[in-house]
């Protein structure tokens, strides 16, 4: 009987410990682009495929587009609580709230989106823990560089800006806005059609294809032909989701969450960015600024003061501004991504 039970006892430990490891979860991401948006079909859909893949089918990300589930700048806060697994956020959304990933929005910086996303969410790293410490950080990247784009131009100076009304793509930008002596109206990126169109802006910071992805292609047709800035964006996982999941399932995530699957998660919908000037010359109707050097020079020297201004943020959070910053700017040009 000693042995019967001893036995039993062996036998429910071990069926136990294959249940944790055959672990089936659906694990929802919701984000605030349209189901069309290259960054779902390009990244999302092929990263969530790849998590099932090598799950073999115990992961199942269900993707919830559109601010279907909550506002865009609510999605921190939605990971956060449990309303949802994963959100995709836009720390920009909300300004001042994570100093430290900041410094990818500042301009003349990053030069691309692919290799920056890679280096950005190594950098990090070194971060999140401190800065996000109520969810998991799974990945961070980027959108093409962008610009700026307006009803009516020239749009080559930083002072053909003065006195218009910008939608700027985060609070970097917003600052950057203000620089120029013009007013910044920031809303999330779904509403910038609506905001154009009314009259409530006359310029929108944008990447070259989301113009045809929020509709606005036709409403804006002069562009500042100089892509400067990038937006930081991360995919943040509730704590308890991540927490919950089995020894088996949570190391896959961890494949999952890494440098390389931002940089993957970030390099098709660059692609789809970089395509969109290629549109607009073929639509017609469009005017191109390029400025000069001496104006690239004028926009270098109105950009400068937003790093001391991001230093002086970071350091008010507790963390050595100078020393993150340099190690921003080392672990960029290791990855071949720093603006020259």
């Not at 799950?55 to 601010?67: D, F, K, N």
């Not at 993957?264 to 469009?286: K, V």
Request: aromatic residues 8%.
């Amino acid at each position: 009987m000693k042995y019967r039970n001893l036995f039993g006892a062996a036998s429910v430990m071990a069926m136990a410990a294959m249940t944790a490891q055959a672990q089936e979860v659906t694990l929802a991401l919701s984000h605030w682009v349209p189901p069309t948006h290259p960054l779902q079909v390009r990244g999302m859909e092929p990263w969530a495929a790849a998590i099932e893949e090598a799950s073999e089918g115990r992961i199942r990300v269900e993707l919830y587009p559109a601010q279907q589930l909550g506002a865009a700048a609510d999605h921190y806060d939605m990971a956060r609580d449990g309303i949802v697994d994963i959100g995709f956020i836009n720390p920009g959304y909300q300004p001042g709230r994570f100093p430290i990933l900041a410094a990818g929005e500042l301009p003349f910086t990053i030069d691309n989106a692919a290799s920056g996303s890679r280096a950005l969410h190594e950098w990090y790293s070194n971060y999140m823990d401190t800065e996000m410490p109520d969810v998991h950080v799974c990945l961070v990247h980027l959108h093409d560089p962008g610009t700026l784009h307006g009803t009516s131009g020239p749009l080559a100076a930083p002072a053909d800006f003065a006195g218009m009304n910008i939608r700027p793509a985060h609070g970097t930008m917003a600052r950057l806005v203000n620089a120029l002596g013009a007013a910044s109206v920031q809303v999330p990126a779904p509403a910038m059609r609506d905001l154009i169109t009314s009259g409530g802006a006359d310029a929108t910071a944008s990447p070259w294809g989301s113009l045809f992805v929020f509709g606005v292609q036709d409403a804006v047709t002069h562009h500042l032909d100089m892509p400067f800035y990038v937006t930081t964006f991360a995919f943040v996982m509730n704590q308890g989701a991540y927490d919950g999941l089995s020894d088996a399932n949570r190391a896959v995530m961890d494949e999952h969450c890494s440098p390389e699957w931002s940089e993957r998660m970030a390099a098709g919908w660059a692609e789809a960015e970089a395509a969109g000037r290629a549109q607009l010359e073929e639509m017609g109707g469009h005017t191109f600024y390029q400025p000069n050097a001496e104006q690239i020079e004028e926009w270098r020297a109105v950009a400068a003061p937003l790093i001391d201004e991001w230093k002086t943020a970071v350091a008010a959070a507790g963390t050595d501004a100078d020393a993150a910053y340099d190690s921003l700017i080392e672990t960029l040009r290791a990855n071949d991504a720093l603006y020259d």
